[in-house]
Every structure is written in structure tokens, then in C-alpha cells.
């Protein structure tokens, strides 16, 4: 199996920063995309930010300029620095990576079990 292992979230005020982690683990042959998902509280959840293993990314319009996503491909991990935090950033925040786990094999979707970032005003 593959595992995520989330780690970062926590309490800010408006305008600080936080770093979040995401370590993938387990039955790994090769990782294409990773990225972060978050969901607000009645909201579905959404694209925040995502980057290629080639390094290309792409940023929810909301997090441009604030957010930056980054990956260490040979720890198999995925980290999202934000910074200029708004309330509005409140959510639980989601990696995802898209994993093959063998030759031929076809890349399936795994997620992190989330973690909490609430930002005050």
C-alpha cells in the first residue's frame, strides 16, 4: 500500500506563514503529480496547489503569490509554504499524490488523512 503522512498545519494570524509536509511511503515505484486539496467548512473540497515530477505547478487563483509548492522527489515528498495567510485560507488541507506501484501497473489517486490550518483575524 501507499501511505501519506501529513505534517504542518496548526493555529496563525492573519499574515504569518506556515509550512505543511506530506511524506509518501510504501509500495512506491514512481510518483507523477503531487499536490494539496484543501476543504473549508460546507465547501467541497478544491485544488490548491500542484506540481508535476518534472517540477511544472499550478496554483488556485486565490493562493497565487502567496503559496508556493515544492517536492524532493527522491524523499518522496511534497511541501506547500504559505505565506500571507488569509481567514479565508481556513480548511483542512489534503495531499494527494498520483502513484504508480509497479511496471505496467496503472497510477492511482492516494490521499493524506489532512491537517487542520486555521488562520485568525
Known amino acids: 500500500q501507499v501511505q501519506l503522512v501529513e505534517s504542518g498545519g496548526g493555529l496563525v494570524q492573519a499574515g504569518g506563514s506556515l509550512r505543511l509536509s506530506c511524506a509518501a511511503s510504501?509500495?512506491?515505484?514512481?510518483?507523477?503529480?503531487m499536490g494539496w486539496y484543501r476543504q473549508a467548512p460546507g465547501k467541497e473540497r478544491e485544488l490548491a496547489a500542484l506540481i508535476s515530477s518534472g517540477g511544472s505547478t499550478n496554483y488556485a487563483d486565490s493562493v497565487k503569490g502567496r503559496f508556493t509548492i515544492s517536492r524532493d522527489n527522491a524523499k518522496n515528498t511534497v511541501y506547500l509554504q504559505m505565506n500571507s495567510l488569509k481567514p479565508e485560507d481556513t480548511a483542512v488541507y489534503y495531499c494527494?499524490?498520483?502513484?504508480?506501484?509497479?511496471?505496467?501497473?496503472?497510477?492511482?489517486?492516494?490521499w493524506g488523512q489532512g491537517t487542520q490550518v486555521t488562520v485568525s483575524s
Open positions: 510504501g509500495s512506491i515505484f514512481n510518483i507523477r503529480t
Open positions: 494527494n499524490a498520483n502513484v504508480n506501484r509497479g511496471y505496467g501497473l496503472k497510477y492511482n489517486d492516494y
